[in-house]
């Protein structure tokens, strides 16, 4: 952590500081008007010290429940210091979210749903994508953002058309119909025009299809295309992007050959989209995608390196606004997942040290261990830390006829046991989520909102920048 980082991130928090105490030392009266109007998106307007934001970066952690911001911090903690260091994300923390969809799902959302909310202002049922439940098509924000001319683009961690980039793109009914909604992905059309100006993440074989092969489409209309990290450096502003570096998602954080790939994407989206000829703003989402599939897995050694990706992509994000004050960034999770709890089994201990240096990602580690004669040697080099004979021994059912998931189980046995990680379900939870917020109308973000009124208070602030 450079000092210049730090000197940023204390400001901004200082910023924030300073905006919560001039509330709290309000008349009680004003201070309830006050918390009443920050609820209500259609206030906005009225507070006449929110500057709305000329650009707004919207970034949603997927699966990034509160516990998991609190592991990371003692996850980075220097051990040989008293106090445990703070993190990017402590700076820049406002509020809490709620998350639950449409009464019809029950209160546990999914990803479809959450991203619904924040993206339309909607509550539906799970596995929605840009629609209520009446099942019509919403404006979303970032059409709204495309509409006022602003440039508007996206880089996620998953596939492009995956449930949280979707449902910020297009409209479908069911969040697992992928080959229509790339389709949506090229043929809706704002005033004639993609809806994107550039669109960075995995999705070959949802693009490149036998029926329908969308990257020539889109390079036919002017898109240029782009499929290796390398040659991110090299995207022209003034032409429209299509970049697709892998099939499903791209690699775990631990596998892939850029273990911070989303810091890459953002280092290379933010400054094209800032190129801007129009000097119109932009509207940007992205997407750390994988840290709710580390959730899934009840997997505390992905989890962590994919939060250690997002906050690499925040501290770059903290630093471009000191440089950019005319942007606004928004940080929130859609849900919580696997129930993460930072110590277990009536054990008061949560020890970090064991994830700090794995060389693979458990699925790769479970499958690749298969073929090695010293199963135990092998996982004690990947995890980074001696196996002891207990554990090697739980290594010896292992063969090549088991269930992958089977041995990965096997695995994160080890290493839930090591750190002394709980999860209490596979699935998702309905604990409201924090909010986090800093540049221009951030304080619009404060206190606990819907996730709903997210996209009620950008639809706002949008229209406050950009209506003519
Ligand atoms: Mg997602
Ligand atoms: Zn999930």
Redesign the pocket.
């Known amino acids: 952590m450079t000092t210049p980082y730090l000197t940023a991130l204390s400001r901004i928090a200082i910023a924030t500081v300073s905006i919560l105490s001039v509330a709290s030392c309000a008349p009680v009266a004003d201070d309830v008007n006050a918390a009443t109007e920050q609820k209500d998106a259609a206030n906005v307007s009225a507070q006449p010290s929110a500057a709305a934001p000329k650009n707004i970066i919207m970034v949603i952690a ?2 990034m429940g509160p516990a998991y911001v609190s592991a990371y911090r003692y996850f980075m903690d220097n051990p040989d210091t008293e106090a445990v260091e703070t993190t990017v994300f402590d700076g820049i923390l406002v509020g809490t979210v709620r998350t639950y969809p449409h009464q019809q799902s029950g209160v546990v959302t ?2 479809a749903a959450s991203a619904t909310a924040m993206s339309t202002g909607v509550k539906s049922y799970n596995g929605a994508v840009g629609m209520g439940v009446d099942k019509q098509p919403l404006e979303t924000v970032l059409h709204r953002a495309h509409k006022l001319g602003l440039k508007t683009g996206l880089a996620v961690t998953s596939h492009i058309v995956h ?1 949280t980039p979707a449902s910020y793109m297009v409209a479908n009914e069911a969040r697992g119909n992928y080959a229509q909604i790339a389709d949506s992905f090229y043929d809706d059309r704002i005033n004639g025009e993609h809806l994107a100006d550039i669109m960075l993440g995995a999705g070959w074989g949802h693009f490149i299809r036998e029926d329908r092969n969308l990257v020539e489409l889109f390079q036919a209309d002017g898109y240029q295309y782009i499929d290796s990290y390398d040659q991110l450096s090299s995207i022209d502003p003034s032409v429209p992007v299509l970049g697709l570096f892998g099939d499903g998602s791209l690699p775990w954080a631990l596998d892939d050959i850029d273990p911070t790939r989303l810091h890459t994407l953002t280092k290379a989206i933010v400054p094209y989209l800032a190129a801007d000829t129009q000097d119109s703003g932009y509207f940007l989402l992205l997407e750390a995608s994988q840290i ?2 580390a ?2 897995g009840n997997d505390i050694a992905s989890a962590m390196a994919e939060m250690h990706d997002l906050a690499k992509t925040m501290e770059y994000l903290v630093d471009y606004v000191e440089a950019h004050p005319d942007t606004l960034v928004i940080l929130t999770a ?2 919580s ?1 696997g129930g993460l709890t930072i110590g277990a089994v009536s054990d008061y201990r949560w020890d970090a040290s064991y994830i700090q240096n794995f060389k693979k990602s458990v699925p790769t580690i479970a499958a690749n261990m298969l073929t090695e004669t010293d199963k135990g040697q092998y996982v004690s080099d990947m995890f980074g830390f001696a196996l002891n004979q207990q554990e090697i021994d739980s290594l010896d059912v292992i063969n090549a006829d088991m269930n992958p998931r089977a041995v990965q189980a096997i695995l994160k046995d080890i290493i839930n046991t090591r750190t002394n990680t709980g999860w209490t379900t596979s ?2 939870t309905a604990v409201d989520v924090d909010m986090f917020a800093f540049g221009p109308s951030a304080q619009v973000f404060a206190g606990n909102q819907n996730n709903t009124d997210i996209a009620e208070k950008i639809f706002t602030l949008l229209d406050q920048a950009h209506k003519k």
């Open positions: 997927d699966g999914d990803s449930a709710d599939w959730g899934h859609d849900h997942t699935g998702h």
